[in-house]
């Protein structure tokens, strides 16, 4: 095997954002853009002779091609081993339990999850860590400093890997084994949940339709749902895998999983609907013609936690991030466990989990999981559901009323502006910010407001500061708006609005949150001006 060092000039902006590095296929396909990016993953690490690295990815798009690459690269840069899967294919919960399982030294994920795929759309990639979550701050920043001045990277010329067959292929001792990428998770399933009493849940009549959304959950929902817990064929849709997702949007949200919603809200709908993103770390969750948010779906799951085998002994703390409704913190200060508040996404959780502070933790944009990986679970989130239903033996309307019954609901919404002039969007999170002192103590309509600031945090584990990581506006009553520029888009920005307001009373409880947060939402408008410096009347997605 022939290593050679290449030269190459540096790019500049290859700096991830929430979740790894995303860019238009277009942009990873300049020659030396993939090599110069996965070089400096190698160059920021302190990489084992002889290591072991896993890779996959969400099957999108250019995903073949840059495992090839990784492959001579990893080569090239001393790992004895890659574990990739079959078609190139991990989800990302799957890769995150991969790499715990077969306790390799990290993994890289190919995914740019939701984003739409194709050549003219978005592909991404990032790194994870030995514990299987996505890599800590420190790292992806030093990553992005390499980038900058990296000169050369080094590739082997190993030949093209036959990526459908399973098995070893060894060059010159190094190895590269295909493996089936779904049958370690679907066990890792079967052994956390009650599959038996999901199996006769199913059996006895309770309907359900579940969406992959063309994308890479397709493979692992039939071997679980269908092949083990004895769903129909016909219950699963869009479970093929396209390199497009299908022209589709793979974006579990009422928006862009129209197929399903409009089942699940029409006649003959079915029990229980839910749906996962792009690389199926997402979910959403549906009753008959009802919408869990996903803020009270890691309450409830938290609640009921106990019916499920894996948790029956107890859940040691949760986590949510900033925006996330504090809707778990009720159900936590209740059951006397800690809560934690993180920033936007899963790297802030990972080392709360390592340390044993919390099991379960969630995020308000469809994403929810446990210490049974380090990444959010899309398939895991559907597992609990229905392991919660068939337990409660209710539906889960019912289950999420007689919650709010308990705990009183946080009424909760998002709204995104999405592909708005990065000059513009910077200039309303500006605004809101020079409005600061003079918000304080003034009366919006029925709202007063508390404080407002820059959400900063400071991890408990290891000491970290975390900055400028959302702007929020607090009323005395404890509702609050959130604002926050997206780090997962791919063209201009796009401007988060997170409102929520706790309504204790059941009178109101059946109201829709946008008729609910009417009035908040107004008051959004209005302290950013976001509609004179945009020039969006409405919002692109409203969850
Ligand atoms: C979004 C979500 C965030 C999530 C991230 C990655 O980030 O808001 O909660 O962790 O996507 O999810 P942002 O910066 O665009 O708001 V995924 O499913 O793309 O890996
Ligand atoms: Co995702």
């Given at each position: 095997?022939?290593?050679?060092?290449?030269?190459?000039?540096?790019?500049?902006?290859?700096?991830?954002?929430?979740?790894?590095?995303?860019?238009?296929?277009?942009?990873?396909?300049?020659?030396?853009?993939?090599?110069?990016?996965?070089?400096?993953?190698?160059?920021?690490?302190?990489?084992?002779?002889?290591?072991?690295?896993?890779?996959?990815?969400?099957?999108?798009?250019?995903?073949?091609?840059?495992?090839?690459?990784?492959?001579?690269?990893?080569?090239?840069?001393?790992?004895?081993?890659?574990?990739?899967?079959?078609?190139?294919?991990?989800?990302t919960p799957a890769?995150s339990h991969i790499?715990?399982?077969?306790?390799?030294?990290?993994?890289?994920?190919?995914?740019?999850?939701?984003?739409?795929?194709?050549?003219?759309?978005?592909?991404?990639?990032?790194?994870?860590?030995?514990?299987?979550?996505?890599?800590?701050?420190?790292?992806?920043?030093?990553?992005?400093?390499?980038?900058?001045?990296?000169?050369?990277?080094?590739?082997?010329?190993?030949?093209?890997?036959?990526?459908?067959?399973?098995?070893?292929?060894?060059?010159?001792?190094?190895?590269?084994?295909?493996?089936?990428?779904?049958?370690?998770?679907?066990?890792?399933?079967?052994?956390?949940?009650?599959?038996?009493?999901?199996?006769?849940?199913?059996?006895?009549?309770?309907?359900?339709?579940?969406?992959?959304?063309?994308?890479?959950?397709?493979?692992?929902?039939?071997?679980?749902?269908?092949?083990?817990?004895?769903?129909?064929?016909?219950?699963?849709?869009?479970?093929?895998?396209?390199?497009?997702?299908?022209?589709?949007?793979?974006?579990?949200?009422?928006?862009?999983?129209?197929?399903?919603?409009?089942?699940?809200?029409?006649?003959?709908?079915?029990?229980?609907?839910?749906?996962?993103?792009?690389?199926?770390?997402?979910?959403?969750?549906?009753?008959?013609?009802?919408?869990?948010?996903?803020?009270?779906?890691?309450?409830?799951?938290?609640?009921?936690?106990?019916?499920?085998?894996?948790?029956?002994?107890?859940?040691?703390?949760?986590?949510?991030?900033?925006?996330?409704?504090?809707?778990?913190?009720?159900?936590?200060?209740?059951?006397?466990?800690?809560?934690?508040?993180?920033?936007?996404?899963?790297?802030?959780?990972?080392?709360?989990?390592?340390?044993?502070?919390?099991?379960?933790?969630?995020?308000?944009?469809?994403?929810?999981?446990?210490?049974?990986?380090?990444?959010?679970?899309?398939?895991?989130?559907?597992?609990?559901?229905?392991?919660?239903?068939?337990?409660?033996?209710?539906?889960?309307?019912?289950?999420?009323?007689?919650?709010?019954?308990?705990?009183?609901?946080?009424?909760?919404?998002?709204?995104?502006?999405?592909?708005?002039?990065?000059?513009?969007?910077?200039?309303?999170?500006?605004?809101?910010?020079?409005?600061?002192?003079?918000?304080?103590?003034?009366?919006?309509?029925?709202?007063?407001?508390?404080?407002?600031?820059?959400?900063?945090?400071?991890?408990?584990?290891?000491?970290?500061i975390s900055q400028?990581?959302?702007?929020?506006?607090?009323?005395?009553?404890?509702?609050?708006?959130?604002?926050?520029?997206?780090?997962?888009?791919?063209?201009?920005?796009?401007?988060?609005?997170?409102?929520?307001?706790?309504?204790?009373?059941?009178?109101?409880?059946?109201?829709?949150?946008?008729?609910?947060?009417?009035?908040?939402?107004?008051?959004?408008?209005?302290?950013?001006?976001?509609?004179?410096?945009?020039?969006?009347?409405?919002?692109?997605?409203?969850?």
């Amino acid at each position: 095997m022939q290593i050679k060092t290449l030269a190459t000039q540096a790019f500049l902006d290859q700096k991830p954002g929430t979740s790894g590095l995303r860019k238009k296929v277009k942009i990873f396909q300049q020659p030396d853009y993939l090599e110069n990016f996965v070089q400096s993953i190698f160059d920021t690490l302190t990489l084992p002779q002889n290591g072991v690295l896993t890779l996959g990815g969400d099957g999108r798009f250019y995903n073949r091609t840059a495992i090839q690459t990784i492959i001579q690269m990893a080569a090239a840069n001393g790992f004895a081993k890659v574990i990739v899967g079959q078609g190139g294919i991990l989800s990302t919960p799957a890769a995150s339990h991969i790499i715990r399982q077969y306790q390799t030294f990290g993994g890289i994920i190919l995914s740019a999850s939701h984003n739409p795929a194709g050549p003219d759309e978005d592909f991404g990639i990032k790194y994870n860590t030995a514990n299987g979550g996505p890599a800590p701050e420190k790292i992806t920043e030093a990553i992005f400093e390499n980038s900058k001045v990296l000169q050369a990277y080094k590739i082997a010329d190993v030949p093209e890997i036959d990526l459908d067959g399973l098995g070893v292929t060894t060059i010159d001792g190094f190895t590269v084994e295909v493996i089936n990428p779904v049958a370690d998770y679907a066990d890792l399933m079967e052994s956390m949940f009650d599959f038996a009493a999901i199996k006769s849940l199913l059996a006895s009549g309770f309907s359900l339709k579940f969406d992959a959304m063309h994308a890479v959950t397709g493979p692992y929902a039939k071997d679980i749902l269908e092949n083990r817990l004895g769903a129909s064929a016909a219950s699963l849709m869009n479970c093929e895998v396209s390199e497009n997702f299908g022209g589709g949007h793979p974006d579990p949200n009422l928006t862009y999983a129209h197929d399903l919603v409009d089942i699940v809200y029409g006649k003959q709908a079915p029990d229980f609907g839910a749906a996962s993103d792009g690389d199926g770390d997402r979910n959403m969750i549906l009753g008959k013609s009802f919408f869990v948010t996903p803020s009270d779906s890691l309450a409830i799951i938290a609640a009921n936690a106990h019916l499920i085998p894996a948790y029956k002994s107890g859940i040691s703390g949760v986590a949510r991030s900033m925006p996330t409704s504090g809707a778990v913190d009720r159900v936590a200060e209740k059951m006397g466990i800690d809560c934690y508040e993180t920033p936007t996404g899963w790297k802030f959780f990972g080392n709360l989990m390592d340390a044993g502070k919390v099991t379960l933790c969630g995020e308000e944009s469809f994403g929810t999981g446990s210490n049974h990986v380090r990444e959010k679970d899309g398939l895991w989130a559907v597992l609990c559901w229905l392991n919660i239903v068939a337990a409660k033996k209710q539906s889960v309307e019912a289950i999420v009323k007689a919650h709010w019954g308990e705990y009183g609901r946080n009424v909760y919404s998002r709204h995104d502006y999405e592909t708005i002039p990065t000059a513009d969007a910077n200039s309303v999170i500006m605004h809101i910010r020079d409005q600061f002192e003079t918000l304080v103590g003034q009366r919006l309509g029925s709202y007063e407001v508390k404080t407002c600031d820059d959400f900063s945090y400071t991890d408990p584990v290891d000491g970290s500061i975390s900055q400028q990581q959302g702007i929020r506006i607090l009323f005395t009553d404890g509702s609050r708006i959130v604002f926050r520029l997206s780090g997962t888009g791919t063209e201009g920005a796009t401007i988060r609005i997170y409102l929520e307001a706790y309504e204790p009373n059941v009178e109101n409880h059946h109201l829709d949150a946008q008729e609910a947060l009417q009035e908040m939402i107004q008051i959004a408008l209005q302290i950013s001006d976001l509609k004179a410096r945009t020039g969006r009347e409405k919002p692109t997605v409203i969850t």
